[in-house]
């Protein structure tokens, strides 16, 4: 699967566009890497953590705010905090990162517990579904990265990057239109390997929180 289009599919499911219409004064900003990013995972557990992770982000958040779903491709040759296994190589990486008042370093330690929720943890929006997270990605081999300060949390997930089965489109540019109300479509420009078809351009509906 590739990294890039799980994101594009999540951002038209009726779980995201429920969740932003309950969060209107929050501002959902998408930011994909250029690069095809195929990992060997299962997107319907990828979108699971996206989920969890988006559900936090705007919980964290409350009121007026930002939450950014970002992807990159970057090789790792160091030990991930917290998680001392440090396998180096090259992983697709998806960000989701908000402007909520940040996590106490204290409970950054904990957050992974599966009993530790978010009502032992107030406001920082981070109680509901990590151990989930940290669940899948330990099943595909990947890492989760948490960086928090009083500015705001990022989560960074990593995936293995796989040459396997590399014939599907890559995405190479995104826009977006929004009608007032916050109604609007994603529209998005892929460009398939040598030997198949040109490039073609697909929309798919979406919800934007703030107008």
Not at 74 to 103: F, H, M, N, Q
Not at 169 to 184: D, H, I, K, Y
Request: overall charge neutral; charged content about 20%; hydrophobic content about 35%.
């Amino acid at each position: 699967m590739d990294l890039n289009e799980t994101v594009l599919e999540h951002m038209q499911s009726p779980e995201h566009a429920d969740l932003v219409r309950h969060h209107g004064e929050i501002t959902v900003h998408l930011e994909l890497a250029d690069d095809r990013l195929p990992v060997k995972a299962s997107a319907t557990h990828v979108r699971k953590a996206l989920m969890n992770l988006i559900s936090n982000a705007f919980e964290a958040v409350g009121g007026k705010g930002e939450v950014t779903l970002s992807t990159a491709n970057r090789y790792v040759d160091r030990a991930i905090r917290g998680d001392e296994r440090g396998r180096p190589g090259e992983y697709a990486v998806l960000t989701v990162s908000d402007s909520g008042p940040g996590i106490p370093e204290d409970i950054q330690k904990r957050i992974f517990e599966p009993f530790y929720t978010k009502k032992a943890m107030g406001r920082s929006g981070t109680g509901l579904g990590l151990a989930v997270v940290w669940n899948i990605l330990q099943d595909h081999e990947g890492y989760v990265e948490v960086q928090s300060s009083g500015g705001g949390t990022s989560f960074d997930l990593y995936f293995p990057i796989t040459r396997e089965g590399c014939g599907y489109p890559r995405v190479t540019s995104l826009q977006r239109t929004f009608a007032a109300g916050g109604s609007g479509s994603w529209w998005w420009t892929t460009t398939k390997p040598s030997g198949t078809s040109p490039p073609a351009s697909s929309r798919a509906s979406a919800i934007r929180s703030a107008p």
